[in-house]
């Protein structure tokens, strides 16, 4: 049997779905225009009409009702207020879906759900048709002229600048130098370190035989 079959869960769970259809219901009051996947779309626009027909009645009751499922009181008075004007003379079908195509990636079917009344506003308006999330820059100020340099100050600083280099220049030079003195005088003590160390191998074998030879003796 079918019973309770005309539910769409979405793959969520009770409390999941409902906070997510809340969340989604109060950023389409918000933008007038959300994007979202197909089936989704289709189950808002029944949640979202049920609560623009709850702001067109205005009672406290509905105001209640309402409240239990917005939870931002600047988008429960734009229900109660410019939405319920909006849509006074009209009956029903206060929303529409439009599809966009599929998602690169799942190649999810991708739907555009909005309010029938809807018209883009014009760049610097103001009513929240901006993407959320997305701040919106201050305007750059206005860099400060920078002021007139003279000839004589520029040819300082290029004097000072010259001198800088040379000193630089001739410490880098003076490094050099002392570096090569450093490597001729490793150089030349090299032929003598290696003359002592052959003499010293010479004269530990004699030493050594001498040292037999006495042994020998004492025997």
Do not use: C, W
């Not at 005088?185 to 030879?213: R, W």
């Amino acid at each position: 049997m079918r019973h309770l079959r005309g539910i769409k869960r979405l793959g969520r769970t009770s409390p999941h779905r409902i906070a997510m259809l809340r969340n989604m219901a109060t950023s389409l009051f918000r933008h007038e225009r959300i994007q979202t996947t197909a089936v989704k779309a289709k189950v808002l626009r029944s949640y979202a009409e049920k609560l623009i027909t709850l702001g067109k009645r205005g009672d406290l009751a509905s105001r209640r009702l309402a409240a239990r499922d917005v939870h931002d009181k600047e988008i429960l008075r734009k229900l109660f207020g410019d939405l319920a004007e909006r849509f006074r003379e009209r009956a029903g079908g206060y929303t529409r879906v439009l599809h966009m195509g599929y998602r690169h990636g799942d190649a999810a079917d991708m739907s555009l759900i909005e309010l029938v009344d809807y018209k883009p506003r014009a760049a610097g308006e103001a009513a929240g048709d901006e993407k959320p999330g997305k701040a919106v820059r201050p305007a750059k100020v206005a860099k400060a002229a920078k002021p007139e340099v003279s000839a004589e100050a520029k040819a300082d600083k290029a004097a000072a600048k010259a001198a800088a280099k040379s000193v630089k220049a001739a410490a880098k030079t003076e490094k050099a130098a002392a570096k090569t003195a450093k490597v001729k005088a490793k150089a030349d003590a090299k032929p003598a370190k290696v003359a002592a160390k052959a003499k010293g191998k010479v004269e530990k074998p004699a030493a050594k035989k001498k040292a037999s030879k006495e042994k020998t003796a004492e025997k």
